[in-house]
């Protein structure tokens, strides 16, 4: 009894330790991270160069006031405030720092694909990951300092793990879609528009 536990273990050994050590880096997932790196560079590239407009000088405003001890009044994104108050208290203001979770939540929403390939295929969540990332539209958002690329990532990323979920059924996506709607809720008021929208998409393919 005891030869044989002994000869299944160092089998079980044998087989991890011929396992390579980066077996996890095919192919498919080189491209991926090649394309997070375009999109990251486009996106963190010369930050703070635009001067502010409004409507972000308002949103840096309100967050610099809550660390100074103030309240923050006006229109804002309560998830972006949180953030960019917490990176002023850290490393002081500037405009980089003010954009710099927009950029990062839309340097994220490329890999977002990834969740749809079974839908639209390996090639085709490649192909759209890259689309995402050089997107003059996407890129501009993702680099103005308001809650639009935090709602996005957090709202089609709810979205397409929800999507996973129903494929695999696995109790960990629920959980991280739930994170990612509350998040949605707080990133912008414009959460109200898309949930209208997945509410009648949600009718079309239950009773059409």
């Known amino acids: 009894m005891a030869e044989s536990i002994a000869r299944d273990s160092s089998e079980v050994g044998a087989g991890e330790a011929e396992r390579p050590l980066f077996a996890w880096l095919t192919w498919e997932a080189a491209l991926y991270g090649l394309i997070f790196l375009v999109s ?5 590239g010369l930050l703070e160069a635009r001067i502010m407009d409004v409507l972000e000088a308002e949103q840096a405003g ?18 972006l405030l949180s953030g960019q108050a917490l990176l002023f208290a850290l490393c002081g203001a500037s405009d980089g720092l003010a954009r710099l979770l927009p950029a990062l939540a839309g340097s994220l929403v490329v890999l977002l694909p ?13 192909v759209a990951a890259l689309a995402l990332a050089v997107s003059p539209t996407l890129v501009y958002s993702a680099r103005y300092g308001d809650g639009t690329s935090l709602l996005l990532l957090t709202a089609f990323g ?3 793990l929800w999507l ?12 991280a879609v739930s994170v990612l709607a509350a998040l949605a809720l707080l990133a912008d008021l414009r ?9 009648v998409a949600w009718a079309i393919e239950r009773f059409i």
Not at 62 to 79: E, H, K, M, N, Y
Not at 164 to 175: C, D, P, S, V
């Open 114 to 126: 990834f969740y749809l390939r079974t839908w639209i295929g390996r090639v085709g969540a490649l």
């Open 164 to 175: 996973a979920w129903r494929e695999k059924r696995q109790t960990g996506y629920l959980y």
């Open 40 to 44: 990251l560079a486009l996106r963190l």
């Open 191 to 199: 959460v109200v528009g898309l949930g209208i929208v997945g509410v």
């Open 62 to 79: 309100q967050a610099w006031s809550l660390v100074s001890g103030g309240t923050p009044v006006g229109r804002w994104s309560p998830l």
């Open 158 to 160: 709810a979205l397409a």
